[in-house]
């Protein structure tokens, strides 16, 4: 018993070194990747802040002299349009997420509930919908947007969205699942027609499910820059991606407003991010089982 | 209304739209693709001739048109990079750790942030005496400073790597909501067997994500293979950064040539069904 005692505590105390070596090295790390996260970002924002001469003068990773210094915003909203950018980007959002909301949820209603012929078809339409790659057919697709006259108008970027977002379909799909089917035959046996079962019941019970398909069309709405680029090329149909692309040229060399312009596209995305975390990390984690 | 003429009504009103659309924008653009691809069309003429398969020769036997392929390579060796960094994050933030949701929302945030802001963001970072190279030289590494985005040997590993800043978040994000969903009381009992944190990321974790996982390396396959966003944006494939996809725009939208463009999108979509059909494979032999 007593030989044992010593043997213990050298034990212990090597444990314990272990364990605060294993935290110092789990901390370490959590920092450079969130510094690798930030740092990119960050100097982005230091940048916007500087006049033209301190810009040159001084090196990325100093901070600003003065905090308050926006004329490089003003430069880059007015002269960048960035107004229409984003009253662009909000139309196109706004109707393609309804849209997408609506035929998802209808589509998804009767595959669910109805038996048909043709069911399993459709169904697998739908399924193998999603192994095309829509970035490999643009070639084709681009003449089909051109002969329905939809070139340059905020439609050919809308029923694209539409058209090839299958995973709003899924994410309905799955939920509806979860739906009691007791639900529909008690509404049935009170008189209720197919359509106020859909619009009183199922679409109100759908919310959470709305919700992550809101946030993973928004996200890739507000960031694709393929579509508009293509299918908008006209200056006052920019949305905020073509908008933010355009400045490359001109302000090749002004990067401390090219940096403010970048800052103004991020802002409503930490804006979305900050208020919505909880929503927004349950809804990629639930979309991506789709994947 | 009887509820059989209901049911009629409603299937018909409420597939019509969305069926209408998967067809004229999936369905459609492939079918074309695959009728112009054996033509010469230049995208605009009212007229165009069939030259059966003249392009697909010229793509697999010009080394000009194949080559970019070899671009994809970098991305895909990124892939594993970026799975790697996200199944670490994600373990170690599984456990106790302070400031969990900090580091939680910081790793994720990138994700989400707008494509050309990002391209725009690294074109800041990989420049001549910006952001990387300022760090570079705090850190006393100066020698290892580069011309990132102007060395055709390099620019490809600068690209690849400002993707993998972009999508690891994702994965992050996705494997960490795996590994929450695992019991608690496994740990526990793992625990009091007295297996350590590398037996339980071996035996407990590892196991009971090795789908998702799986299923992320695949998708992130076809993602290298149909690398589009940051190189166009940063550098419009020039330096040797070409990828496929911007090759296949170029020659489409640029020269006119839609049927060889058509052609070189339907070996892309061959390889990239191809692997996609080889995941489902695989996760069903899971099952």
New interface residues.
């Given amino acids: 018993m007593q030989a044992a005692k010593p043997t213990v505590r050298k034990s212990a105390r090597s444990h314990t070194l272990r364990y605060t070596a294993?935290a110092i090295l789990?901390?370490a790390?959590?920092t450079i990747?969130?510094l690798?996260?930030?740092?990119?970002?960050v100097?982005?924002l230091f940048?916007s802040l500087k006049t033209g001469g301190e810009y040159s003068s001084t090196?990325?990773?100093t901070p600003p002299g003065n905090w308050l210094n926006f004329d490089n915003y003003t430069k880059a909203f007015v002269n960048g349009k960035m107004l229409v950018g984003f009253m662009n980007t909000m139309i196109i959002l706004i109707v393609s997420i309804i849209g997408a909301t609506l035929?998802?949820s209808?589509?998804a209603?009767?595959l669910s509930r109805?038996q048909?012929r043709g069911k399993k078809l459709?169904l697998g339409?739908?399924l193998l919908?999603t192994?095309?790659?829509?970035?490999?057919?643009?070639?084709?697709?681009?003449?089909?947007i051109n002969d329905l006259n939809l070139f340059n108008t905020r439609l050919a970027p809308i029923?694209?969205y539409?058209?090839?977002d299958?995973i709003a379909?899924y994410i309905f799909l799955q939920f509806l699942d979860t739906i009691a089917v007791s639900l529909d035959e008690s509404a049935?046996l009170d008189g209720a027609?197919?359509?106020k079962i859909?619009f009183r019941i199922i679409l109100p019970l759908l919310l959470p499910a709305v919700v992550t398909v809101v946030i993973i069309k928004g996200?890739s709405i507000?960031?694709?820059?393929?579509t508009p680029f293509?299918y908008m090329p006209k200056t006052s149909l920019q949305v905020?991606?073509?908008a933010?692309?355009k400045?490359?040229g001109p302000y090749g060399s002004q990067?401390e407003v090219?940096?403010a312009?970048?800052i103004i596209?991020?802002i409503p995305?930490?804006i979305?991010?900050l208020s919505l975390?909880k929503y927004?990390?349950?809804g990629?984690?639930q979309g991506?089982?789709k994947? | 209304m009887s509820y059989r003429n209901q049911r009629i009504l409603i299937i018909l009103s409420f597939t019509i739209i969305p069926i209408a659309l998967l067809f004229v924008f999936a369905y459609l653009p492939v079918v074309n693709m695959f009728r112009y691809s054996f033509t010469d069309w230049n995208g605009y003429s009212k007229t165009f001739e069939y030259v059966g398969f003249e392009n697909y020769k010229s793509i697999f036997t010009d080394p000009k048109y194949f080559s970019v392929f070899k671009v994809s390579l970098y991305y895909f060796f990124a892939t594993f990079a970026q799975m790697g960094l996200a199944l670490y994050f994600a373990t170690i933030l599984s456990f106790k750790v302070k400031g969990k949701n900090f580091f939680k929302g910081i790793l994720f945030f990138p994700y989400l942030l707008n494509g050309v802001a990002i391209g725009f963001i690294f074109l800041f970072f990989f420049k001549p005496d910006g952001t990387f190279d300022t760090v570079l030289q705090a850190l006393g590494l100066d020698f290892l400073i580069q011309k990132w985005l102007l060395n055709p040997h390099i620019i490809n590993v600068s690209l690849a790597g400002a993707s993998v800043w972009r999508y690891m978040g994702f994965n992050f994000i996705v494997f960490l909501g795996a590994i929450s969903s695992i019991s608690k009381d496994i740990y526990e009992a793992s625990d009091i067997d007295g297996a350590n944190r590398w037996h339980q990321f071996r035996h407990i974790i590892l196991p009971s994500i090795k789908r998702i996982v799986q299923l992320n390396i695949i998708l992130s396959i076809s993602g290298a293979i149909s690398a589009f966003d940051i190189p166009y944006i940063m550098t419009g494939g020039s330096n040797g950064s070409n990828t496929f996809v911007i090759q296949t725009v170029d020659v489409a939208f640029k020269y006119g040539k839609v049927g060889l463009a058509s052609a070189m999108a339907v070996v892309l979509l061959f390889i990239v069904v191809t692997v996609t059909l080889i995941q489902q494979f695989f996760v069903k032999e899971d099952k």
């Fill in positions: 294993a789990k901390y790390s959590l990747g969130a690798a996260a930030l740092i990119p970002i100097v982005v940048a090196g990325p990773l035929t998802g209808m589509i209603y009767i109805f048909f459709l339409a739908f919908a192994l095309i790659p829509s970035v490999t057919t643009q070639v084709a697709t681009f003449q089909i029923v694209l539409l058209g090839t299958i379909v049935m027609s197919y359509f859909y996200v507000y960031n694709d820059f393929y293509l905020i991606s073509t933010l692309f400045f490359k990067w090219i940096c312009a970048i596209t991020i995305t930490l979305a991010f975390q927004i990390y349950n990629f984690a991506s089982e994947g």
